[in-house]
């Protein structure tokens, strides 16, 4: 893996399909951020999704058809950085198994060592510090993938903090899921309320003017959600966020 | 299903299956700290509601004329052994009559009386062996139980103690690992003690 | 008194009835949160990978030699006078106690917590032959005068506010408690110590069983595992058949981690070691000792990727820390083992033909692997069983959608066709940027959340906007 000492001058961007055709600004955002960090982008278009739908929903063949656009997109890429916690995770800790045995399997596991979210790499490979400034207070969505298969234990909160007059406040339980889990946001639309309302009452307790998250999938379910409920608080993706922050568009 | 069938099915689904070694070394679950044994063993078995005491052999009679008082009947498990007649006396003084350790007289009494093979220091606990030294129902029925332990049979935690628990699990058909009075947390998870076991829990550590 | 379940034949459909009682999800979150603070407390300044990581090797060591340690424990138990008997299925095992309570005459049960014992519907086989069953853990005592199967593995009743016990006990038993939970528990210990007392049959489960000595070991906090191994003249264990250890040595990591997990405590109240049933020279004990060692579907998960499964000590951490299990209890699982556990194991010991959609009831958060002590990878179960669903019982609905949705993704111009064909498909159903009602499958999405349109130039199509 890259680390601090060999920061890459050029990354590819790994968009992912929701943020491309729902929220394309967090796509620009990202973008944005990494420039600003001296790091120039490039954006292979052969790519499409890293198949999390079909895969999680055991349809490994059909996952396989559409993780493969990435093999493709990103072969010749030195890293690779997507703003989603999830589909990094998809990357990282599913396609050596998903590809095993096939003849992609040694560019799987090569795209699985380049790839990072974009807070990991901005904070571990970056060194990103001051992060310009906003007057909000706001509270933090630990993503799940991001936090226990890829181990993004701080770099949210630390890339909030460096802002200047952003207050952070923790909700009660920034770690539980939000119900969103891919299909099962369909399949079990009413306990995928239920875990929703479950995390915005928590985050309404907070009084937080933003609620911040790192994956495009939870955001989407929260602000869906929201929108139902009337709640106060708007969910932002984090490179949004930043990037509102910096005075970058 | 007959034994060998049942071993030799299990077996055959196990077939290519490789075993890791057992660790060669177990991490330490809760450290017993410095200290004084004595005084890491009452402050755990204080936490969970139990009460330990130290205790010299000659000032033996008065605490069990203390934790008694107000019982009518006792029952005295045999294996206080060395400690007998000190506990009898003590009943005695406070006016409680001992009585057989039978069903019906153990659960009509006031006050259980054992000794305990081992004291665990990590987590305030007791090791009593059952057996014709400990009837069963002393430790169980009567709502107050005191336990009789020997200052130096005090051991630091569950190292020492599951070194030690094979020899009396061989020999005894029920061995009881026992830490504070009863409890459970089954209703909204408030803390009630007293269940079905004791209520009180109280172990005399003796020393010379 | 057979318990009835939630109504229901899906998951789907029980969560539904149960999401309908908000009294449920309020009660439980407050209750798991405080068993996860105390584990949290306690686990502080221990070295929990280290432990985590000794339980799993452990475990694993064990059940890769589990027909090894079957036997040697079994050798020294009927050596002591235990009788052992190896039940293939659950009626096996039924059968053999009806046998054991019709010989000795029994009238009367009283029973300790045991899943496996649930598991098999032990309590209403042996209530049809008309034996009176005392459930006598407290938790369980609760459930059963409520007619309900219990709700979590370690605290069945921890859906209930004190005042619905306390509502529940007035009714049953024409008192007039209080809904302080120490008056409560009082008057249980009253009304089950007769019982106790009077009983012909004492059934528990078994915790962990010891090859080294042939023991078996139950963990309680009551005293009603005592009660029930000690006082009536039989006493029958239930026990899984993969609830073994080596020996004593493996319990100095075994138990606390157990008892950490189930219930914040260092060490259970209760640490019961049996041997056999009373010698000859004890002055008291069961005459009787018989174990049942139940197989009812294990030993068939021995060869699979899922063997690591049967490495679970039955903590119940995984359903205390599961975001799904919180909002409905185990009730909505339809099975005795409900939460990531029941998820995994239900589907394996029942068929994917009767529990294949609790694999799905998931959003794969991964926080049930985070927690567990010996580190059983669940989240990873449950989508291996998806991927065996997907294989052999998934619709052809499903199956096309998704061969559709991969084929058209496979190739970014097939991709970007897919986004403008979206764009113009959504125009009916668009408002503002916003999708309110959306057709069949999406619809499901849009009954309780709205849909962001898709935007109106993607983030590819900006990007080549700009010239890069």
Known sequence: MINADRRPERVALFVTCLVDLLYPEVGEATVSLLEEAGVAVDFPVGQTCCGQPPFNSGFVEDARRMGRTLLDAFEDAEAVVSPSGSCTAMVRSHFPHLFEGTPDEERARGLTSKTYELSEFLVDVCGATSQGSLDARVTFHDSCHGLRELGLTGQGRALLEEVDGLELVEMARPDACCGFGGTFSVRLPEMADAMADDKLDQTAATEADVLVAGDSGCLMHLVGRASRRGDRARPVHLAVLLAEARGLR | ?208 | MTRTGTPGRTFEQRAHVLLGQPSIGRNLGSALDTMLGTRAALLAGTDLEAMRTAGEQIRAHTIANLAGYLEEWSEKAEARGTRVFFADTGAEAVNYVRDVCRRRHASLVVKGKSMASEEIALADALETDGIEVLETDLGEYIQQIAEEPPAHIIAPAVHRSRGEVRDLFNRVHGTDLSDEPARLTAFAREHLRAKFLEADVGITGVNFAIAETGSISIVTNEGNGRMSSSLPPVHIAIMGMERILPSFRELTVMLPLLTASATGQRVSTYYNVISGPRRPEDPDGPEELHVVVLDNGRSAILPTEYRSILHCIRCGACQNVCPVFRQVSGHAYGSVYGGPIGAVLTPLLRGMEEAGDLPHASSLCGACTDICPVKIPLHEHLLGLRRDGARERAGAAERTTFRLWSWAWSSPRRYRLFARLSRLGQFPFARGNRVRRAPFPLSRWTRGRDLPTVARRTFRERWSDRGA
């Open chain 2, 1 to 208: 299903m007959e034994r060998d069938a049942f071993l030799a099915r299990t077996r055959e689904r196990l077939l290519g299956v490789e075993a890791p070694p057992l660790p060669v070394e177990l991490p330490t679950t809760f450290a017993t700290g410095d200290g004084r044994l004595f005084d890491r063993f009452a402050e755990e078995l204080g936490k969970v509601g139990g009460q330990a005491l130290a205790v010299r052999t000659f000032e033996l009679a008065d605490r069990v004329a203390e934790l008694a008082e107000g019982c009518t009947t006792a029952v005295v498990a045999p294996g206080v052994g060395p400690f007998l007649a000190r506990v009898e006396e003590g009943l005695r003084r406070a006016g409680c009559r001992p009585v057989e350790p039978s069903r019906e007289l153990a659960e009509a009494a006031d006050l259980g009386v054992t000794g305990a093979a081992l004291g665990v220091a990590s987590t305030g606990s007791i090791l009593l062996p059952m057996g014709p030294d400990a009837p069963r129902v002393s430790s169980l029925l009567p709502p107050l139980h005191v336990a009789l332990l020997e200052a130096e049979r005090l051991v630091p935690g569950f190292e020492e103690l599951f070194a030690e628990l094979p020899r009396y699990a061989a020999e005894r058909a029920q061995t009881v690992l026992i830490t504070g009075p009863s409890r459970t947390g089954d209703i909204e998870l408030q803390l009630v003690r007293g269940v079905h076991g004791p209520v009180r829990v109280v172990v005399l550590v003796v020393s010379k």
